[in-house]
């Protein structure tokens, strides 16, 4: 069955402290892996997809990477406006255009 | 940019009651979605539409249905509204191939 984790649930990180989000996912054939960016009270904001394992995508703090088994998210010197959940998602080869399968989420905290 | 419009932030209604949950895009997308979220368990597909009058089941159908009249309208209906329907619910869209999906800002419905 196809399956995305996430890790850690929640961080909280002091400003300027960098660290990574991990996605670990499993699934027959990827087509492509979805990084999202959701504050409260509002629905996701795309970030960046990946598609193949050694590819690589960055947005200003933001580094995504892939393997053939998880994503990292690296966040560079983060600053409180960085505080948000991120979401990582899936598609699988063979699955209906689109279908996306989620993660629960990292909420990240960083403190000024 | 892309938008995604709910029509209602926040709706409250009564076990039994007939909602309707209204999503409008503005870029002529051939594909549209609808998931909701809970705590603990990310976002899980509801249905979703590649084409005018066109539909497909998602994860979790059950006790739900959906119409797609025009293009860019998608609503989601419960038939009879349960106190486990109780969630957020957000709509997505994006193109036919395998561009990422921009949501709307979602509904938090309270079924009481």
New interface residues.
Partial sequence: EDQ?TQSPEALRLQEGESSSLNCSYTVSGL??L?W?RQDP??????LF?LYSAGEEKEKERLKATLTKKESFLHITAPKPEDSATY?C?V?ARGG?????I????TLLAVQP | DVK?TQSS?YLVKRTGEKVFLECVQDMDHE?M?W?RQDP??????IY?S?DVKMK?K?DIPEGYSVSREKKERFSLILESASTNQTSMY?C?S?T???????????TRLTVT
Avoid: C, I
């Fill in positions: 995305v087509r492509g979805f999202y009270g509002k629905g996701p904001e795309f997809t979401l998602a598609q209906a255009t689109n279908k996306l989620f993660g629960t989420g | 995604v932030r594909n979605f998931y603990g368990l990310g976002l899980r597909l979703f590649y497909e998602g957000l997505a994006t036919g191939d395998y561009s990422p999906l921009h949501f709307g800002n979602g």
